[in-house]
């Protein structure tokens, strides 16, 4: 997963059939972990953790106003994958997969 800072990048080990919320709450865990690393200043009470930023849970879904781009490579290691997400939160993740999260400024 990437963050919103060029280069800052996020890389979690999920199980094999873990979806978007699970590869978050290991995001936030290994942010807990190495707050040093972290995107945002969540330490700081802004923001409580990535899940908090990105994901709905009354209405178990990715915020509307958060772009979203996440592929798995295809056979030939190429991120062309589409993961539909957004359809459907269970999806489970592609292996070596990438999601870019960006949530909406505000301004």
Known sequence: MSGLTKDKKFIVHVKDDANIVEALAM???????NPED??????EGYIHNYL?????PELNMIYDDVGMM????DENG??????PI?????FSLYPDSVIDLQPDPGC
Request: charged letters at 30%; proline letters at 6%.
């Open 27 to 33: 995001v936030d865990k290994q942010d807990m972990e």
């Open 38 to 43: 972290s995107v945002f200043p969540i330490f």
């Open 52 to 56: 908090h930023l990105f994901w709905d």
């Open 70 to 73: 996440a592929y798995g490579p």
């Open 78 to 83: 190429l991120m062309r994958k589409f993961m």
């Open 86 to 90: 957004r359809d459907n939160i269970e």
